[in-house]
């Protein structure tokens, strides 16, 4: 649930995007979608930030502050917190001005109007059926239930008895999975039995495994059969042996066939992204801004032929939540080929914006980010 919440915020912006799988929202709810986006950001900025393990002045007074824009901008989904008397309500009232509207438009004096007159008339109709539901679905909504009650004593709750996870209930139910599993293991006739065995078994080679990690850590010499047998753990580290922890990198995996695609042209051809040569001058300009306009369309000429390597795995070494390891994100892009043999994958991404110059200020909902969909992955 934790690391959910890492990617619930961009789920949520690329599903408020205009994207070919969705009808494209009107310019009109623009304000209102902004307005959500950083309702759920500092909810979820909220919620993370309580989880840490050691808390400060500064992480406290940061709770208060983003529970206290979050109440500023939860208005936005009011509509949504109301009950199925109270849905069903605006449908009957806007049915019924849905007719009168019909019936004053089937006037005569307004059939003689021009196209416009009679355009702006049915907007305006249209923006009052809107209001009119958004008042039924507003009345008598409320955020006064417990749990959300709950989150506002986080802070006295930390201040006083320290960090929250020591209530964290995420033990005990994961104390449940191997007694589950050695449910589905039995043949669920006289269960019981077999679920205590099973349940035995895997316990004894958890602390048989646990018992040869502490020899390894204790021997001055390791027993040859012992050795064979396991390797040293590493604790709180999540990265393969060939990625170092001292400099996490990005690295690109799964190559693809060079001989259908060997540069750039090709590659545009094939994966049908935006005008790459327009991208690549702009990426040229942007990283050596002193090179010469005639040194650039040169040097942006001989990049469109050179060769190229493409790729479909983005592989990205990232932090854990509390700073104490590093795990591995593989973003992927199929490009033309079928993910699984069932759809292509352009995985959306985050891209941090340019760092904004001295004296100013670049601020959103997200925090500087912008999300993306992956296009292409390849290596020049």
């Given at each position: 649930m934790r690391n959910l919440l890492r990617v619930l915020l961009g789920v949520f912006t690329a599903t408020l995007s205009q994207t070919t799988d969705a009808d494209p929202i009107a310019s009109r709810h623009n304000p209102l979608c902004h307005k959500a986006i950083l309702c759920i950001r500092y909810i979820i900025d909220y919620i993370l930030i309580a989880q840490y393990q050691v808390h400060t002045s500064g992480t406290i007074q940061s709770m208060k502050d983003y529970l206290e824009d979050f109440h500023k901008h939860k208005e936005v989904s009011l509509r949504f917190r109301g009950t199925k008397s109270v849905k069903n309500a605006p449908k009957q009232a806007s049915k019924g001005l849905h007719e009168e509207h019909q019936r004053l438009l089937a006037l005569d004096d307004l059939r003689q109007q021009t196209p416009t007159k009679r355009q702006k008339l049915q907007q305006e109709l249209r923006l009052e059926t809107e209001e009119l539901v958004h008042d039924f679905l507003t009345t008598g909504a409320h955020y006064n239930f417990p749990k959300r009650h709950l989150i506002s004593h986080f802070t006295d709750q930390i201040t006083r008895y320290g960090s929250l996870l020591q209530y964290c209930t995420e033990i005990c139910e994961a104390s449940h999975k191997p007694l589950k599993d050695a449910y589905r293991q039995s043949n669920h006739i006289n269960a019981m039995p077999q679920i205590i065995r099973t349940y035995m078994?895997?316990?004894?080679?958890?602390?048989?495994?646990?018992?040869?990690?502490?020899?390894?850590?204790?021997?001055?010499?390791?027993?040859?059969?012992?050795?064979?047998?396991?390797?040293?753990?590493?604790?709180?580290?999540?990265?393969?042996?060939?990625?170092?922890?001292?400099?996490?990198?990005?690295?690109?995996?799964?190559?693809?066939?060079?001989?259908?695609?060997?540069?750039?042209?090709?590659?545009?051809?094939?994966?049908?992204?935006?005008?790459?040569?327009?991208?690549?001058?702009?990426?040229l300009r942007h990283n050596h801004p002193l090179i010469l306009s005639e040194q650039l369309d040169s040097d942006v000429a001989r990049l469109m032929d050179a060769l190229l390597e493409a790729v479909n795995i983005l592989q990205v070494v990232l932090p854990t939540f509390n700073d104490d390891g590093y795990n591995l994100h593989r973003m992927r892009c199929t490009g033309p080929n079928l993910f699984r043999k069932q759809d292509r994958r352009n995985d959306w991404v985050f891209i941090r914006r340019r760092k904004a110059t001295a004296g100013t200020k670049v601020t959103g909902g997200l925090n500087c980010l912008i999300p993306g969909k992956l296009n292409a992955l390849f290596k020049l």
């Open positions: 078994q895997a316990h004894s080679f958890v602390m048989w495994e646990r018992n040869i990690h502490q020899w390894l850590t204790e021997l001055d010499h390791i027993p040859k059969d012992i050795h064979d047998v396991i390797h040293p753990m590493r604790t709180n580290f999540y990265l393969p042996q060939d990625v170092s922890a001292d400099l996490p990198r990005s690295k690109l995996q799964g190559r693809m066939c060079n001989k259908t695609m060997y540069n750039i042209q090709i590659l545009q051809a094939i994966y049908e992204p935006p005008d790459l040569q327009t991208l690549t001058g702009s990426y």
